[in-house]
């Protein structure tokens, strides 16, 4: 018991709220499991947790692709792109190319997704003009029918990509260096898998999709903006980081926080009462999506500070979650 005392002190107040906010999610999440995971055997329109399943293949292929790519092909491509910095030790020289591999990967994987996604959806009644959007353009209509929505084929399909995906990459995250960034991460990660399965086992598919897009948009060009970071020129940095500083608060800060949270809430007036669990359900979603957008909150001041640096000090730009500088 002393051990874990010692070992929490030495943590900083800001890992120790990620850890306290992981902590107070999960007796929330075992408690809304029974309920969630028997909705399709009360009411036929519920998708059935089997449905999820499919994103195990998603999983295994994500997982020997990061092997395949991260750790050999997209190494060599840094070893010929990566800068030459004097300063840098081999080591430090050898984290960015590191660096650069995995950061190419996600990159490809949501440069492919966020389109996929917007293209599956983009002519359904409730795909907002935000995520450019050709219906009727009306988030209401997330709720039509709710919670008796009919599932679709491509809502289904779309959730198992990304949840295959995301699992690995929080089982990826898991086994990694334990960084100033670690445990913000690692709330990040939970709060997105128990996003994404319980949004789905409670016929929350339609608002599911529009957060996962929404975040697949900014994600793109966050991975594209870490890997251009260590180039010869800093011109495509300066330009994707300036990109990233526009499409991270309009879509993660001023979408989901002004319009898609609000829409979101609006769930609670549709659920049966005699729904089982549904309130406790629907707070946990609603804190999920809280806690998602204090992060971005949170790492939006990073992005920020790093255009304040290129700014007045016109040097390369440092990604704040990095090591090795």
């Given at each position: 018991?002393?051990?874990?005392?010692?070992?929490?002190s030495?943590?900083?107040?800001?890992d120790?709220?990620?850890?306290?906010?992981?902590?107070?999610?999960?007796?929330?999440?075992?408690?809304?499991?029974?309920?969630?995971?028997?909705?399709?055997?009360?009411?036929?329109?519920?998708?059935?947790?089997?449905?999820?399943?499919?994103?195990?293949?998603?999983f295994?292929?994500i997982?020997?692709?990061?092997v395949?790519?991260?750790?050999?092909?997209?190494?060599?491509?840094?070893?010929?792109?990566?800068?030459?910095?004097?300063?840098?030790?081999?080591?430090?020289?050898?984290?960015r190319?590191?660096?650069?591999?995995?950061?190419?990967?996600?990159?490809?994987y949501?440069?492919?997704?966020?389109?996929?996604g917007v293209?599956?959806?983009?002519?359904?009644?409730?795909?907002?003009?935000?995520?450019?959007?050709?219906?009727?353009?009306?988030?209401?209509?997330?709720?039509?029918?709710?919670?008796?929505?009919?599932?679709?084929w491509r809502?289904?399909?779309?959730?198992c990509w990304?949840?295959?995906?995301?699992f690995?990459?929080?089982?990826?995250h898991?086994?990694?260096?334990?960084?100033?960034?670690?445990?913000?991460?690692?709330?990040?990660?939970v709060?997105?898998?128990?996003?994404?399965?319980?949004?789905?086992?409670?016929?929350?598919?339609?608002?599911?999709?529009?957060?996962?897009?929404?975040?697949?948009?900014?994600?793109?060009?966050?991975?594209?903006?870490?890997?251009?970071?260590?180039l010869k020129?800093q011109?495509?940095?300066?330009?994707?980081?300036?990109?990233?500083?526009?499409?991270?608060?309009?879509?993660?800060?001023?979408?989901?926080?002004?319009?898609?949270?609000?829409a979101?809430?609006?769930?609670?007036?549709?659920?049966?009462?005699?729904?089982?669990?549904?309130?406790?359900v629907?707070?946990?979603?609603?804190?999920?999506?809280?806690i998602?957008?204090?992060?971005?909150?949170?790492?939006f001041?990073?992005?920020l500070?790093?255009?304040?640096?290129?700014?007045?000090?016109?040097?390369?730009?440092?990604?704040?979650?990095?090591?090795?500088?």
């Amino acid at each position: 018991m002393s051990d874990i005392s010692f070992g929490w002190s030495k943590l900083s107040k800001h890992d120790q709220v990620n850890i306290l906010q992981i902590l107070l999610i999960l007796p929330f999440v075992l408690i809304c499991i029974p309920s969630s995971f028997s909705r399709s055997k009360q009411y036929d329109t519920f998708p059935s947790p089997i449905n999820l399943l499919f994103a195990i293949p998603q999983f295994i292929i994500i997982y020997i692709l990061r092997v395949i790519l991260v750790e050999n092909i997209f190494l060599k491509l840094g070893e010929k792109v990566v800068v030459h910095k004097p300063q840098w030790t081999e080591e430090v020289r050898q984290v960015r190319i590191q660096r650069f591999s995995v950061c190419f990967f996600k990159m490809l994987y949501f440069f492919i997704t966020a389109p996929l996604g917007v293209g599956f959806f983009r002519n359904e009644d409730w795909f907002p003009a935000q995520l450019f959007g050709q219906g009727k353009q009306d988030l209401e209509y997330m709720w039509e029918d709710f919670p008796f929505q009919l599932p679709t084929w491509r809502i289904t399909f779309f959730y198992c990509w990304e949840l295959g995906y995301h699992f690995h990459s929080l089982v990826y995250h898991m086994q990694s260096e334990k960084r100033n960034d670690y445990f913000e991460n690692l709330l990040h990660h939970v709060a997105t898998v128990f996003l994404i399965v319980f949004s789905y086992l409670n016929n929350c598919g339609r608002c599911g999709c529009l957060i996962l897009i929404l975040h697949d948009i900014v994600d793109a060009i966050m991975y594209l903006a870490k890997s251009v970071n260590d180039l010869k020129t800093q011109i495509p940095a300066y330009i994707s980081f300036s990109l990233l500083a526009v499409s991270f608060p309009r879509f993660r800060i001023y979408f989901l926080g002004w319009y898609l949270i609000p829409a979101a809430g609006g769930c609670i007036k549709y659920v049966p009462d005699d729904l089982p669990g549904g309130f406790l359900v629907y707070c946990l979603i609603m804190s999920l999506l809280c806690i998602l957008l204090l992060l971005h909150i949170y790492w939006f001041t990073l992005i920020l500070k790093m255009v304040y640096k290129i700014i007045t000090e016109r040097g390369r730009i440092a990604d704040p979650h990095t090591i090795g500088n």
